[in-house]
C-alpha cells in the first residue's frame, strides 16, 4: 500500500507545485512507483509536467463520472490531471454528507499499484485541500524564506490538529522546508534560523535553492532531473528526497 503525501501551505506561490513535480520524479528515480495528483485548478503540474490534453481528470472522478485515470509520464512516474473546474468543486459537493473523503474512496485502489501518492494542493483552504488533509499520511509545507514567506503557518498547524481529532487521525506532518532560499540574503538566512529554533523537529535540513532552472523547467513540461540534472535545483531536490525516504 503506498504512502500518501500532501504537498500544501495555504498560501500560494510558495513551491507547492515545484516541489510535486520534483519530490516525485525524485522518488520515481531511486525506484519508488509515484503517482502524482493534481488538486490545483491552476492545473500547473499538469501543464508543467507535459499533459496538454487529458480525456480525464480528478474533477471528473471527483464527480462519478469515472475512475481516477493515470497519465504515465516516465518510468515509476504517472499523473492524475487536474482541471480548472475544480474551483466549482465546494458548491457542487458542498453538502453531501462525506465531501471530505470523495479522494480517499477515489485513491484507494491506485494505492496497491504505487509507493507513493504525492498531492499537491490548492492554496488556501476550501474542499479539495480538506479531501487531501482527509485521505493523506504525510504533510509536507514548503516555505518561502521570506518576511511573509511563513505567514499562514500557525493556521495550517491548527488545521493539521483539528484534522487529526476529527477527519484523519492517521496524519503527521513529515517536514517544513525552505525553497526558493538565497544564502546571500540576511534575511532568508534570519528567517530559516528563526523557524529552526521555533520548529526544530520540524524543519527539513534539506534546503531549494532559488534556481532559474525550477522556473524554467516546467515550460518545457519536465522535470528538474530531466531538464538539467546538473543544476542546483536537481541537486536540492535529490537531496530532500535523499531525507525524506531516511527521516
Ligand atoms: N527554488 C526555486 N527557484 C526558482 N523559482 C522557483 C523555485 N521554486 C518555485 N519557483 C517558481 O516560483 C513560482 C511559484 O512556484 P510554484 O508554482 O511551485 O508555487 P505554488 O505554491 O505551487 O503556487 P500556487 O499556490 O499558486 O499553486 C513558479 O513560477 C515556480 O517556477
Ligand atoms: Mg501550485
Avoid: W
Avoid at 507545485?17 to 503540474?45: E, H
Wanted: charged share 25%; aromatic share 6%; with cysteine.
Amino acid at each position: 500500500m503506498s504512502k500518501i503525501l500532501a504537498i500544501t501551505n495555504q498560501k500560494g506561490g510558495v513551491g507547492k507545485t515545484t516541489s510535486t513535480a520534483n519530490i516525485g520524479a525524485g522518488l520515481a528515480r531511486t525506484g519508488k512507483r509515484v503517482i502524482l495528483v493534481d488538486l490545483d485548478p491552476q492545473t500547473n503540474l499538469t501543464k508543467g509536467l507535459g499533459i496538454v490534453a487529458a480525456e480525464k481528470n480528478v474533477y471528473g472522478a471527483l464527480l462519478g463520472e469515472y475512475e481516477l485515470e493515470v497519465y504515465p509520464l516516465q518510468k515509476n512516474l504517472a499523473l492524475v490531471a487536474g482541471s480548472p473546474a475544480l474551483s466549482g468543486f465546494d458548491k457542487a459537493k458542498g453538502d453531501e454528507v462525506d465531501r471530505e473523503f470523495l479522494l480517499k474512496e477515489l485513491l484507494e485502489p491506485l494505492r496497491k499499484q504505487s509507493d507513493y501518492i504525492l498531492l499537491d494542493c490548492p492554496p488556501g483552504l476550501g474542499l479539495v485541500t480538506l479531501n487531501a488533509y482527509a485521505c493523506a499520511q504525510v504533510l509536507y509545507i514548503p516555505l518561502e524564506a521570506q518576511m511573509y514567506g511563513v505567514d499562514g503557518l500557525e493556521k495550517v498547524l491548527n488545521l493539521v490538529k483539528r484534522m487529526q481529532r476529527r477527519l484523519n487521525p492517521e496524519l503527521t506532518i513529515g517536514g517544513l522546508f525552505f525553497t526558493r532560499y538565497n544564502k546571500h540574503k540576511i534575511l532568508h538566512r534570519e528567517t530559516t534560523e528563526t523557524l529552526r529554533g521555533q520548529y526544530p523537529d520540524l524543519v527539513l535540513e534539506g534546503v531549494i535553492r532559488e534556481s532559474v532552472a525550477l522556473g524554467e523547467a516546467p515550460h518545457f513540461g519536465k522535470d528538474i532531473f530531466t531538464y538539467a540534472s546538473h543544476s542546483a535545483g536537481a541537486t536540492d531536490y535529490a537531496a530532500l528526497v535523499t531525507e525524506l525516504l531516511t527521516r
